[in-house]
């Protein structure tokens, strides 16, 4: 690609160049000239042309010599002699032949070139790309002829690419025969060979492509990696180009202990809407002994400025697919796949949306779901807010759901929730009062369990107040502006029994700061909780005043029961303390590579931690980043995290990262590597390891050799990378060394 991209700038100047024709002149006999006239001038400007002596041998023949320069609409040309012949509008060059342009230099020994059909050659062409002003590659070669074929048509013989420096020759690509047609802006190269430190690493008979960088129809690189469930793992994408706003890959995947995996990819991008869709399936699995397959669908549509939709639909064969054919974290994880289409409108004051939504459970067996989530066939939602006079705001919530699950009970739910509030706020103070009524109304199927119709309503109440503190502050010389909030929080929801409603899909909220200011402990809308209470929270900010950063939050909070907890969740025990836990987080930008994230939930009635976490992390710069967390919850979870990024020479990286469970004695995520950085090359080697259920593993590794502006070969560690240290930059982004 890059190759094709050398030459076709140098022939785009060269082609610029050889528009300068010399005019019906006398005998000149001047070291400086300017050639006007249409045939000089052409229609972009006139040529200059300087020299030690330029004379007129004849009426048609024009000679130069001795520092030669010809200079025309910001091109540059050199040589040591020039002869231009206008009986056959022909020009002849030797001797230090060399072109400038805004974007490359070319060079060559002789010049031959006639300008009404754009035929000739030029011998012992060399040349180099100058980066555009955002890049930081240049590219670089030569070849042992360039021959003009026509008007922007060209042929290199012998011709060779590299982004290395000079006399650094650590990779190439040698290319018998390059074509370059610039009218169709495509180039076919034919015996391309790439070698890389004297070893040639492969081969192609022949290649097209795009000159101009556009998507083009053909072979992507190759990735090649290993699995410890799946052995050797390579993968050849074929990418079709179909138009400029759709198009589709093809990529055939050979798993050595599995058989072969063929998967496609169609994407596209129409004025109202957008979207891609896949398909991949693995015929008679050899060691599952079974037919695998995954089916997704990812699409947006913008019918106008109010009405959107969107489908997204994602389903696999079985519960084990992405824990054996996949090796990203973020994949191996999913357990509950979407199949859903939502519409949805967007009014001044409200808004609306319409869901049909089933979803497939990945069971682990070592750790099933049960129960498994309800299906919304269908949901529909009705959000409004409107400013009143005095300053008063009225909102309605609602929600209509159809629930449907193959061994619970099924039924509609509808609800209603319409509140108003009177906000009121000063620089020094704030006081929201609020009043909602809570409608419910549910209508099952037949069932053994709970009555076919039953009704739930209730008033809410609730006022949030709050007020703003602030001094100067100084520290080692530097000047804070400290704030101090204290808030306070009061909700009173009265009880009602809710024992005889369903639960199609609540679930307590987990304790947190945000959850400590919600009137409902619920998730869902089959649970409203019964409440007499009030949260207490305190804040502390120091911020920057050079700059206006957060340097450093510290907050403080809790919430205080004035009853007894009446409303629970099936099999779910009341509370028995008059509090919830005391909560305190800190968190900040300490400084420009440091930063520090803590929480901490303690049990005032018991006297111990419930819940922790820590984390820091240090990036001073590119290529410079380490973080550590600790994470631990009372009886189920213990985990220390480390990564880093972090240079070993000038040119060689570690990479790492381990997140170790102490409760399950076992790393849960752990990745060791090695980034080397060439200078015009980058060689990774990464080994993952991967947790994907609860007695399960995956094992991969990486190899990966990218050569800067041409591509990247092997098994790609990227996205393994980006996900597992948090702050990882490849070095080809901020070093060339």
Known sequence: MRLSLGFFLFSLALSGWAGARASDAPLILKKDIELRGSRAAGEEGPLFLSADVVQSISPEIIEASGKVEARKAGQNFFADKLRYDRAQNQIEASGNVRLEQSKMVVSGSALKLQLDSHTGFLTDPRYRILPAPDARISGRGSAKSLEFAGEEIYSAKDATYTTCPVESDDWYLKVANLEIDQNRQVGTARNVMLTFKGVPLMYTPWADFSLNDARKTGFLPPTIGFTGKSGLDITLPYYFNLAPNYDATLYPRLLGSRGLQLGSEFRYLMPSYQGDAALEYLPNDQTDDRSRWLASLNHKHRFNQKIKGSITFLRVSDDEYFRDLSNQVAVTSQSILPQEGLLTYEGDHWQAGFRLQQLQVLQDIDAPINPTPYNRLPQLTLTGTRNLAGGLQASIDSEYAYFRHPTLVDGSRLTLYPSVKLPYRTSAFFVTPKLGYHFTRYQLDDNPVFPEKNTRSLPIASIDSGLFMERDFSFRGKSYLQTLEPRAYYVHVPFRDQSDLPVFDTAPLDLSFAQIFTENQFVGGDRINDANQLTLALTSRFIDENNGLERLKVAIGQRYYFS??????????????????????????????????????????????????????????????????????????????????????????????????????????????????????????????????????????????????????????????????????????????
């Open 564 to 737: 007894s907890q009446q409303v629970t969740l099936p099999g779910t025990p009341p509370r028995d303390s008059l509090s919830t836990d005391l909560l305190a987080l800190l968190s900040g930008q300490i400084n420009d590579a440091w930063r520090v994230d803590a929480g901490w939930q303690f049990d005032t009635d018991l006297g111990r931690t419930i819940k922790n976490t820590i984390s820091a992390s240090y990036r001073p710069g590119p290529g410079h980043a380490a973080s550590m967390g600790y994470r631990f919850q009372d009886g189920s979870v213990e985990q220390l995290d480390t990564a880093f990024q972090w240079p070993l020479t000038s040119r060689l990286y570690g990479l790492a990262r381990a997140n170790y469970s102490f409760r399950d004695n076992r790393l849960i995520e752990g990745l060791a590597g090695l980034e080397y950085n060439g200078g015009c090359w980058i060689l990774r080697g990464v080994v993952q390891r991967i947790a994907t259920a609860e007695r399960d593993v995956s094992n991969s590794f990486y190899l990966q050799l990218e050569l800067n502006g041409m591509g990247r070969l092997g098994a790609s560690p990227m996205n393994a990378l980006k996900e597992s240290i948090p702050g990882y930059t490849p070095t080809n982004e901020f070093q060339n060394p």
